[in-house]
């Protein structure tokens, strides 16, 4: 767990490096509440996210990342994905917005599996200057081994102007 800690701290540190020369690009990493349900029972655990997006447009960009919605159940789930986003600004400073596209699942634990799962995502952001917002976000990752893992999370968002 430690070597993966630090690999994905490494990781994060290097997307934000590349991320200063692509255009309308950002770095995201929130924290929040992991919840699996499986037959009835649901287990909830601290969980968190890394992202990097680009904006293609005012209304859809796209977005690589990873989350762990925390530990449950004997197991462990990474998720890693690739989501088109679309956003749509409701006031000044705020904007709503979706995500959906392909996450690969990994449970590992007492038994191990990968799936390549439907991310189904929604949120909102608060653009609180230039460079920074804030997000409050849902992200359903789809099920592995009849467990349906999801995460509510509290976030911000460093924007690369």
Do not use: C
């Amino acid at each position: 767990m430690k070597k993966f800690f630090i690999a994905a701290v490494m990781s994060a540190v290097s997307a934000t490096v590349m991320a200063a020369d692509v255009a309308d690009s950002y770095v995201a990493a929130s924290i929040g509440q992991g919840k699996y349900s499986t037959a009835g029972e649901s287990d909830t655990q601290m969980g968190f996210g890394l992202a990097f997006g680009q904006s293609l447009s005012e209304y859809a960009g796209y977005e690589l990342g990873y989350a762990n919605p925390g530990r449950a159940f004997g197991g462990t789930t990474h998720s890693y994905y690739l989501a088109g986003v679309a956003r749509y600004p409701v006031a000044d400073a705020v904007t709503v917005y979706g995500k959906l596209g392909p996450t690969l699942n990994h449970v590992s634990g007492d038994d191990s599996a990968t799936r390549v799962r439907l991310l189904l995502g929604a949120g909102l952001g608060y653009q609180f200057d230039k460079n920074w917002a804030a997000t409050l976000e849902y992200t359903h990752f789809g099920d592995t081994f009849d467990t349906t893992s999801s995460l509510w999370s509290v976030g911000v968002r460093y924007h690369f102007q």
